[in-house]
């Protein structure tokens, strides 16, 4: 469907180059990296600054059209699809560093800037930022999805670490929200209420986040186990006794497989733990026997160290690989997401019934996850014009969501709703607390046109 | 102005002994510890239930009557005044620590306990509650401003941690937000939203809140400072390489001289910083050697130290005491709030400015505050019936508000807007992100009867 008229010439005008209706841009701007299917926009326009994303919004809400903020399209549950079609609102080109307040540990950036891209502003200044989802995903994505990743069971999530916002409303106005002290009192949370709307009530066009120093001692760890129960237990005895560990994630035998296929490592194939250890080089020391004496009660053997920053960057590396690697597990396939989160004490219980789910389909499926948070995904690999393959996949995805918030956990650690868990959200939060997100939508967005068809059932 | 007849009755004869309208209840219920002048509700109900809040905040609705949520009265910035009348809702019966899940490390109350009467619950589990405001406060009213006190550098505020509300919104309906996950990405932050927002947008009767291991070691230390651009310099320093204290306080000359007379304590009269460091035995060491470094260069002295816990709490007592010492500098008079906060870089010239404004007024103005985070507070004693001394305090509370808020920080960083901030909220906000606020008011409150006259301007 085509664009109304006048906001197709309005649009061209004024973006020349940066604005197009051309098939292949179109398809790349209305596909993710899931299963969900290819949903393009009407048009893509490159913003390049806030005034510029103002001007859309407010144009597109003249002509009742849709607007669906883009970064680099690594979402997992269809976020940047446009079912209802629209504007794709891509704001990569925004990719400035504005201000690093290194005396003040905080940074502001546009939103088109990546994490990598903050990291690599940051050197120089002994400071770092820690959260890192698996794609080298744009700051206003994770902000969007409330994105966490490795680092978060130390650091917190995009929900602790984002300050402020400047955010364009659904009517193109531009608010500040929330600010640059470390903690106020004043007024409603605005900035929390923007991290994990998903574009739905506001555009976020540029965040200020929270920054740590490179801790003065780093070192990391992997631990083979004889099963993934006693791995699980290792992680929850850790966290209950309040180790200040920075990481501490789960591969199953299927993902250490995929990984040495993947990354030419020779890493035991069995239930692993890789941890990280932060601080002075006598508490990263500590840190590091008190875990090991716990992962030596429960079986944990081969333990391998890595202190040297090469070392340690390939075990990352290897842990960060794991996605792509299981993908070619089985080549021409698409991963089908899951990505629950369960308070730690019902871990183990959790895995282990996903376990004798996962036993009882034909699909491979790889399971590896931020553990110390209680959050693991599964890596279910489908071949998608294969109906038993989608159905099993479904199954294990609902079953999974299901058990995990039947033990109070969620249906999303880190992933978000986007299309793919609005179905879920009330059973997760009852129908009156949908209510109250949905009185919230209409008083932001009463036309429905900020990323619709997103979030909310 | 009394309650409708119809409304009269029905409570009464729903409540019985536990609704009042009797004067005293009422004038208890209209006045907080602070300069505002007191403004009594019409009648008084003490809630034992959720569905009993429900049910009062159903029966105002049908008749228009405001309603107000009550703790202990605790609060500095008028919140549980009813300038508009109406019902004051007392939740200090709802006392009840419903569930500790001490294997996840959180704890559901209803919102009438308080932070001291949480933390005896918990002995035993080796666990604690953090967040410390200077009185006892019910956690329902500290969740409602956001509170934090002189942990909240190390452990955050109740922002960070309040995981999951179970709350009665304006046409009395109950909700759940949140939950027992650590985290999430499912739908919108509802938890973040209603903390801080001081009962106007719903009054939140049950609360999961996080809980924190109690630390192996802990050591508290005093040392005195030439100058407070000293002692502000060392906690600058200390924030700035990383150090995990867990509290770093900062009090001048007049509040030590007044905690002497208070406490019987023989401190040294002088700017103070009080720390407290919490770890593993070698890593308390370690922070506090690399603190006595920093404060040594920076001309500190008289090092204190107290590992035992007697000797802790003998100091942490004084610290805590400051506020009532304070009070008793000026016997019969009322303490003028003020509550800023800044980007820590900026602390040092804040403090400068602000004591320079000190030095042009009459009253007795002290100093201190939770200087890690960037937080202080002034405690300016005024006879409430001089006219000089009102327009004195009020001067320099302005003046300060002012001054933080052109140093990107925040007109209240725990106490919260109430009444007395709200003509703070659009200089530090604008007018569009509190217009954003209003909207969100009118979403969730459109007859205006939730803590009405309060945050919003």
């Given at each position: 469907m085509p664009l109304p008229t006048a906001?197709?010439?309005?649009?061209?005008?004024?973006?020349?180059?940066?604005?197009t209706t051309g098939e292949s841009a179109c398809l790349q701007h209305g596909r993710d990296e899931s299963v969900h299917c290819p949903a393009p926009p009407d048009a893509v326009v490159l913003a390049e600054s806030t005034e510029e994303i103002a001007a859309v919004v407010r144009l597109c809400a003249e002509h009742g059209v849709p607007v669906i903020p883009y970064g680099v399209g690594s979402s997992v549950e269809g976020h940047v699809l446009a079912p209802n079609g629209g504007v794709s609102l891509d704001l990569s080109l925004m990719n400035e560093v504005l201000v690093i307040h290194a005396e003040d540990g905080d940074a502001t950036v546009q939103a088109g800037v990546t994490r990598k891209q903050l990291n690599d502003a940051l050197k120089g200044t002994g400071l770092f930022f820690p959260i890192d989802p698996g794609a080298d995903?744009?700051?206003?994505?994770?902000?969007?999805?409330?994105?966490?990743?490795?680092?978060?069971?130390?650091?917190?999530?995009?929900?602790?670490?984002?300050?402020?916002?400047?955010?364009?409303?659904?009517?193109?106005?531009?608010?500040?929200?929330?600010?640059?002290?470390?903690?106020?009192?004043?007024?409603?949370?605005?900035?929390?209420?923007?991290?994990?709307?998903?574009?739905?009530?506001?555009?976020m066009t540029e965040l200020t986040v929270k920054l740590y120093p490179i801790p003065e001692a780093i070192s990391a760890a992997v631990c083979t186990f004889p099963t993934i129960e006693a791995a699980v237990q290792t992680v929850i005895q850790t966290i209950q006794l309040g180790v200040p560990v920075a990481r501490i994630e789960l591969l199953d035998t299927l993902s250490l497989s995929a990984i040495n296929k993947f990354s030419k490592t020779t890493l035991a194939e069995a239930p692993?733990?890789?941890?990280?250890f932060h601080g002075s080089p006598a508490g990263v020391e500590e840190q590091a026997q008190t875990v090991q004496a716990i992962a030596d009660d429960l079986g944990g053997a081969n333990f391998e160290w890595a202190t040297r920053p090469e070392d340690r960057s390939r075990l990352w590396q290897a842990r960060h690989d794991a996605y792509f690697a299981c993908l070619q597990l089985k080549p021409g396939c698409r991963c089908f997401p899951t990505d629950v989160c369960v308070p730690i004490s019902r871990l183990a219980e959790c895995i282990a019934e996903?376990?004798?789910?996962?036993?009882?389909?034909?699909?491979?499926?790889?399971?590896?996850?931020?553990?110390?948070?209680?959050?693991?995904?599964l890596v279910v690999l489908v071949d998608t014009d294969n109906a038993k393959e989608m159905e099993e996949a479904a199954w294990i995805s609902r079953r999974v969501?299901?058990?995990?918030?039947?033990?109070?956990?969620?249906?999303?650690?880190?992933?978000?709703?986007?299309?793919?868990?609005?179905?879920?959200?009330?059973?997760?939060?009852?129908?009156?607390?949908?209510?109250?997100?949905?009185?919230l939508k209409m008083a932001l967005d009463p036309k429905n046109l900020l990323n619709p068809g997103k979030v909310l059932p």
């Open positions: 906001l197709h010439e309005e649009l061209k005008n004024r973006f020349a180059q940066r604005y995903a744009t700051l206003g994505g994770m902000a969007a999805t409330r994105a966490s990743g490795t680092n978060a069971v130390r650091y917190g999530t995009m929900r602790e670490n984002v300050m402020a916002t400047t955010t364009v409303l659904a009517d193109g106005r531009i608010v500040k929200t929330g600010g640059r002290a470390r903690k106020s009192s004043a007024g409603y949370d605005l900035t929390r209420l923007l991290v994990g709307s998903e574009g739905t009530l506001g555009i692993t733990l890789f941890f990280e996903t376990q004798a789910d996962i036993a009882q389909v034909s699909i491979p499926i790889a399971l590896f996850g931020h553990v110390g948070d209680g959050n693991f995904h969501v299901e058990r995990s918030i039947a033990m109070e956990g969620t249906c999303t650690g880190e992933h978000g709703i986007g299309l793919g868990k609005k179905k879920y959200l009330v059973a997760e939060h009852g129908e009156g607390a949908v209510e109250v997100m949905r009185a």
